[in-house]
């Protein structure tokens, strides 16, 4: 058993057993005696599509029983939720050749979606995301976008 101070997963050990399985999936770290799960990259796909079908699908269902509109924001929530994760994951792990082990097919999927849900073309996303992003020289610095995106929203106070 590791030690709480060091791990804070491990202050939720006296908690009830039933809850367990939920803080795990809730921190994303396990106990140091539970076994952590191994999400595939098929698990985040087909969830992030059935994410993403379920809202276009609810959107549709909605507007056409007009009584209903009130529930749209529901499904607005689900078909941006399931289009950020298959932009933010998926694709970008395509773009790194993470996630299937074979670049065609990575390469294959992310520009499917590139081309589905009308983001930038997947070719210049990665070319641009590893010269700007991931370059050493860049990482965290003045040019690294995200570090800008981070110091735009008051995330990030430090000035380079």
Known sequence: M???KTNPRETMRCLPNWM????TMATGKPLSDQIPWQLTPA???STALLTLISGVIGSILILHYESFDPLLIFSWLLTVSGARKLQVTIV???AHHNFSGHQKLDRCLGETISVILMIQD???YQKEHHKDHHALQNLMTAVDPTFK???MVGLMERKI
């Open 92 to 94: 970008h792990q395509c």
């Open 43 to 45: 698990y985040h796909l």
């Open 122 to 124: 997947f070719e210049s």
């Open 20 to 23: 367990q399985p939920f803080l």
């Open 149 to 151: 995106f981070l110091q």
């Open 2 to 4: 590791s030690d709480p």
